[in-house]
């Protein structure tokens, strides 16, 4: 394991162990999306075998649960929707409420790092989706994905950090989890967050 993995895996461990503690079946496809390594990677003893019966299902149902990101730190809801399109505000990493890592990618983050707390902050994002129009299936498209990277001033690798929202959304929806995007370095973000990600989606009528 690299040493990114060594701080990543355990709390991405933690987190899957929260989803299956509070969504049984339902959170096991999210799990499955959660896993910002590859199998092999992860500790064999670590990794939340599936729950007994659990049956596959689209990844888009396991996103159900509002709450799991906090609520936001100011005057501003995390999704609007404005006519047939959803828009989120930025999302940050968040798990139960909290950043699992701050600071600069390049110098305090590894950029793989980043990347998978740019699937948090996805996830995150469909969650307030979700919570704006009751059920994923709703989604019709993906059409724009913004990514913000705080970055160490000699860092340019802001698009594979943004992969990890990217990537994650086609995981999610197939081609209709395709999008436009924008990955932008920023000098710092709120909380002290390595990556924030905002989302835009059409829904069907």
Known sequence: MTQWEYVTVPLIVHATKQ???????????LVQCC??????S???????RAPDGAHRRPARRAVHHPDRAGGPPGAYVPAIVDGNHVLTSGQLPMVDGA??????????????QAKALARVCAINALAAIRSAIGDLDKVEQVVKVVGFV??????TGQPGVINGAS?????VFGTAGEHARSAVGVAALPLGAPVEVEVTVRIRD
């Open 99 to 112: 950043l699992p890592t701050t600071g600069h990618v390049g110098s305090e983050v590894d950029p793989e």
């Open 42 to 48: 992860w500790p064999t003893s670590s990794v939340p």
């Open 150 to 155: 705080s970055s160490a001033p000699d860092f």
């Open 167 to 171: 990537e994650l959304l086609g995981e």
């Open 19 to 29: 989803i299956l503690d509070q969504w049984g079946e339902d959170g096991w496809e």
């Open 35 to 40: 896993r910002a390594t590859e199998a092999t």
